[in-house]
């Protein structure tokens, strides 16, 4: 044994750095967690007192309020539970469409806002302002009036194509009515996915073996387009079309999408598609040009200039801001309770309403944020683990 | 915005260690002014006039209390409170009463550790639809797109009376009242529903008021009442009887202007309601002179309600249910003895 481990070992601990640094993060462990104790405890003793019930004993029971849009079937005879469960899922699926549909903006945006094009990279660079410095409650108020001030009611609808009609009370659209084909035509896409994905491993392996170079892109397109199309072929190529008519207040038939959702989710991508915009120049041109030049250089095309030169390098910039904008996006979807989206804000609201249960409520609005809020940057991590620069 | 003024009160909940249970009177008077809790949008209950100055039935109900309390009406200061917010606030003792169109359920008097007092409006449910929509009923709202007010028991009323007559219908619920006028004045919806005040109050502002029409059906009861907490009795008996005083009042005939009259009618029972023979306030804990300043100052349940509602206000509200029950409606005060 060392001098210097025979000290350690005989100081007492405080005298350690290291010990002390444990002792320390105990004690403020300690500290926030008797804090919260106090907290939960002192709650439910007040609320005690006043006769207020407590708990999350009325998930079970009906909630007796209809609800404008949902995913899953729902009626006011419903309970609670499921109420809550319609409104989570529209918060996701305004969230995920909107984050695919801003990510595919904000890079257009972004690679538009570099263009030698000086018009288009003037437009991209007005575009981005004029969207970044106008509040996004803002623009919600402003598509939402947009839709019930400048279109027609149902019985004087718009139709601009055939199957498509556009009213104050939302865009009616025509659907292909239902066929047992659809199921195994989804089956012929996912199958090809999953070949396109093989397809592409087998032939970087043999590139990187052989250096002989396979066409993926075009032959995964086509298998992707073209299976389920055989299988719709097959089934002898039915036609029949469930169309929109107006009956009675409104359009039957066909999807229906509500003035509410469109206005959400235009203010929502088009206010993000910004910023995503500015995130994705950062990254690009964090690249230094000499890079560029290099790849040239060697003789590779723009194509693959961009794809094996620049995006790897750029992506490691602009993923972890990127999770960012996409976390503010699903945040900011709670501002649907202004233009009367469903959202699971709007419904716990109407919930607490009713029940008198604020605290459970606002208890559950925050757990479902930061569950929706957690899964998306722990995808968000991974992927950025799999782009991040391999050191060698 | 919302979210985070609701965040407040629930944080205000956490943080009182100790809320007081009992004697707000005293509360009050140390403070040296009423808080009391309102709508603060909705024309003729509660909304503060060009000026700032509050306006309103409800506005009236809490500035009696005052007078009641202080001797002057005008020692209140007004909390405006969404739906959400309301009960809240007054569980956690943010304010001292809530005078806002919140109507007595059991659910609220009973889970919500509240108490309702007299009834200050009776109201209920109805729709607004546009005239050229050509509708005389609310049953052939089959179908049709709903605007609903945010409200607590607006929600399901509603749906109770769609399920019930076994139609369909979609609504829009949108918590912003202004925002939700709008959408409906532009044609977003078929019909409006909310309390049938409340309902007279939106027609009022749309462009055009005579393109709406109020359908004849009323799917609801809806007793509005000021609002105290469970467990103090005292301050319960301040706000019952105040608000027992006003309708008392336009029953003995004693009005704001013939009130310093009155102080020398024969009549006992006029005697014992102003104090010329003491011994009310007293029992209430409070000055004898009582009832005379509520009346003196605020004016008695009929001079109120056509100050604010009436038939020669915007609003245009009959009497109806709120009348006297010696006129056929349901207001009626308990014996001043």
Known sequence: ?392 | MKLAKLLIVMVAVLALASVSMAGTLDDVRAKGYLRAGVNGSVFGFSMPDKKGVWKGLDVDTAKAVAAAVFGDANKVKFVPLTAVQRLPALQSGEIDVLCRNTTQTLTRETKNGLNFVHVNYYDGQGFLVPKKLGIKSAKELDGATVCVLPGTTTEMNAADYFRSHGMKWKPVVIENTAELNKAFFAGRCDCLTSDASQLAAQRSVAPNPKDYVLLPEIISKEPLAPVVRHGDDQWYDIVNWTVMALIEAEELGITSKNVDKMLKSKNPQIQRFLGVTPGMGKALGLDDKWAYNIIKQVGNYGEIFERNVGVNTPLGLERGLNALWTKGGLMYAAPFR
């Not at chain 1, 044994?1 to 105990?26: H, T």
């Not at chain 1, 539970?81 to 990510?103: C, D, E, P, Q």
């Not at chain 1, 397109?221 to 036609?239: K, N």
């Not at chain 1, 479902?368 to 722990?378: D, G, N, P, Q």
């Open chain 1, 1 to 392: 044994m060392s001098r210097q481990e025979q000290a350690a070992a005989s100081d007492p601990f405080w005298l350690d750095p290291g010990k002390r640094a444990i002792a320390y993060q105990v004690g403020v462990l300690c500290m926030v967690g008797l804090l919260a104790y106090y907290l939960v405890s002192n709650t439910l003793t007040n609320l005690e007192k006043q006769n207020i019930a407590s708990g999350f004993g009325f998930m079970q029971k009906e909630a007796s309020f209809e609800i404008g849009e949902s995913l899953i079937p729902y009626s006011a005879a419903d309970s609670y539970g499921r109420a809550l469960l319609v409104g989570a899922l529209n918060t996701l699926k305004v969230s995920f469409i909107g984050i695919i549909l801003t990510t595919l903006l904000g890079t257009i945006i972004g690679i538009a806002r570099l263009s030698s094009n000086w018009l288009v990279s003037r437009m991209a660079a007005l575009y981005i302002e004029v969207m970044q410095d106008v509040p996004v409650l803002l623009q919600l108020f402003f598509w939402y009036a947009i839709f019930y001030e400048t279109l027609p009611s149902p019985r004087q609808a718009l139709n601009p194509f055939s199957g498509v009609f556009l009213t104050n009370r939302g865009v009616a659209m025509a659907v292909p009515a239902a066929h047992p084909c659809h199921k195994y035509m989804l089956a012929a896409f996912i199958t090809a996915c999953v070949l396109a994905y093989l397809l592409r491993r087998w032939a970087r392996k043999r590139q990187e073996a052989t250096g002989r170079y396979f066409p993926v892109v075009p032959v995964s397109v086509a298998a992707i387009i073209g299976l389920p199309l055989a299988v719709w072929f097959i089934f002898g190529a039915p036609l029949e079309m469930d169309v929109p008519r107006l009956q009675g207040f409104n359009f039957k038939g066909g999807i229906t999408l509500s003035p509410e959702f469109i206005a959400l989710l235009l203010g929502l991508v088009l206010y993000t598609a910004a910023f995503v915009a500015e995130v994705v120049r950062a990254g690009i041109q964090s690249v230094s040009k000499g890079q560029t030049e290099a790849a040239m250089a060697i003789g590779l095309k723009p194509g693959q200039v961009l794809n094996l030169v620049i995006l790897p390098q750029a992506l490691r910039v602009i993923i972890p801001p990127l999770t960012s904008q996409m976390l503010n996006l699903t945040k900011n979807s709670s501002l649907a309770v202004a233009i009367g989206f469903p959202d699971f804000v709007s419904v716990a609201n109407t919930t607490i309403n009713q029940t008198g249960q604020s605290i459970e409520g606002v208890a559950l609005i925050m757990a479902v944020y930061l569950i929706f809020s957690l899964s998306t940057s722990a995808f968000m991590n991974w992927y950025n683990k799999k782009v991040k620069l391999v050191e060698r």
